[in-house]
Each structure stands twice: as structure tokens, then as C-alpha cells.
């Protein structure tokens, strides 16, 4: 996700998620669930996803990167961009979220999101807030934020104010690098980035209530190592779940199951 780190080795923060996968000697497991692939569909290869949604259908995805962060609609079945709008340098655009007729955007290190017409893409405000923003969602009342740290934050949607946060602990232990966030039927997932695990997360008590272990999902040697699972969108009114990572060259619709 972050440049300054690429040269860091992936193992690194898969070491970190292991102890909270496993527990602790003594401590609960946390449930591993399962994946079975529906469908594969295509992905443009050069995005470098930060954030994915479906909303009616329409596919929006918010890709990183200096220089080449953007916010797209997306035909799902194709995987043509239908709408582009660049984010001007120096930011580095993060998560997304659609709430309230706004398209939402973090950007990482300069502290701010701004905000779309999702129809037009037309720019209609910024936010500023403090530390680095990384993944976004909302459960409908509040936006939910995190920023790389084992905090989620909720925000306020009209201010961008923060009103709250829940540590999220997982085993006993606080799990950092949380991503690209996603609301789904009253829990948060979120990518653990540079892992292949995602996270079900309970928004009031910060609980890990279980993993989603996406190992295999892309054939290994498929993708390059700046490559990570990172996109998890969820559409609601089929009640179907994507997931994608950055420069994939496939997003899959996936059912979960426990192990």
C-alpha cells in the first residue's frame, strides 16, 4: 500500500497477523472461514486498488499511487472504466465509500478527503483530518475509518469529525494494518494488509469474530509482489461479495463459509 515501504519484505506483517490468528497459548481462537469462487471477472491491472464499492450495481473503485490515484466507475462484467477522474498531486488517494448521495476519498499522508458527485465525479468539498488515512466505510449512520493502526474511527459524515474509535483485538491481541474496509450485514471486514486474511470485525466492540482466509486465491507467481489483496465490496441488494487486490488482473465474487 505504502510506496516507502514496498521494499519491506511481505513476511514481515504476515509474522504480525499470525499471533492473533492462532491466539495466544490460553487465549480463544478466532474462527477461520473459508472461500469458494462464484465467478472471476476482469480488473484493470494497473489500478492500484485502495477502495471498492457497489452501489445499485455501479461498480466505484479509488485507485493510489502519486501522480496516478483516481476515482473510477466501473462496468463489473467487463471491467471497462465508464468514468475516470484524476486525484491532482501530491495526493495519494486511499479508501472510498458512497453515503448520502457523496462519493468519499481518503488520501494517505496529506490528511484530507474530499468528496464527489457520484454522478458526475464533480468535486463538492474537503475534509481535513489528522494521521494517514487508509480504508473507509459506513454503517449507514457514520463513516468508519481506519488508518493503519489496530484503530477503526468513526466519523462524521457532515464534519468528517471524529466521534468515537474501537480498538480492534483479535486473541487478545491488538491486530494493526487494517485496509480496505467494508460494511457488511452489521460487522466491518477489513483487509489486513500485506496478508491474505481478511478480518470480521464487530464495530461497537472492536472483537475480531473471525478471518476470511484468501490464500490461493490468485495463483502464486500470477502477480508481482506490490500485488496484495486489498478490495472488498459488498452489494447489498444481491447479496453477492467481491474482493480484488492492487494490479490484479481479476476481481472474484466469493462465498464464505467456516472452516
Known sequence: MRTALWLLAPLAAAVAVVAPVRGQPGAPQVPMFRYAVVRALPHDDRAFTQGLEIVNGVLYEGTGIVGQSTIRRVDLTSGKVLQKRETAVPHFGEGITLFNGRLFQLTWQTR????????????????????????????????????????????????????????????????????????????VLANVWLTDYIAKINPATG?????????????????????????????????????????????????????
Do not use: C
Request: hydrophobic share 35%.
Open 112 to 187: 484530507t478527503a474530499f468528496t464527489y458527485d457520484p454522478a458526475t465525479f464533480r468535486e463538492t468539498g474537503t475534509f481535513k483530518y489528522a494521521g494517514e488515512g487508509w480504508g473507509l466505510t459506513h454503517d449507514r449512520t457514520h463513516l468508519i475509518m481506519s488508518d493503519g493502526s489496530e484503530y477503526l474511527r468513526r466519523i462524521d459524515p457532515a464534519t468528517f469529525a471524529e466521534t468515537g474509535r474501537v480498538r480492534v483485538m483479535a486473541a487478545g491481541q491488538p491486530l494493526k494494518r487494517l485496509n480496505e474496509l467494508e460494511y457488511v450485514k452489521g460487522e
Open 207 to 259: 472483537q475480531v469474530t473471525g478471518y476470511i482466509d484468501l490464500r490461493g486465491l490468485m495463483p502464486p507467481g500470477s502477480t508481482s509482489g506490490n500485488a496484495v489483496l486489498n478490495g472488498i465490496a459488498y452489494d447489498d441488494a444481491n447479496d453477492r461479495l467481491y474482493v480484488t487486490g492492487k494490479l490484479w488482473p481479476r476481481i472474484f465474487e466469493i462465498k464464505i463459509a467456516p472452516k
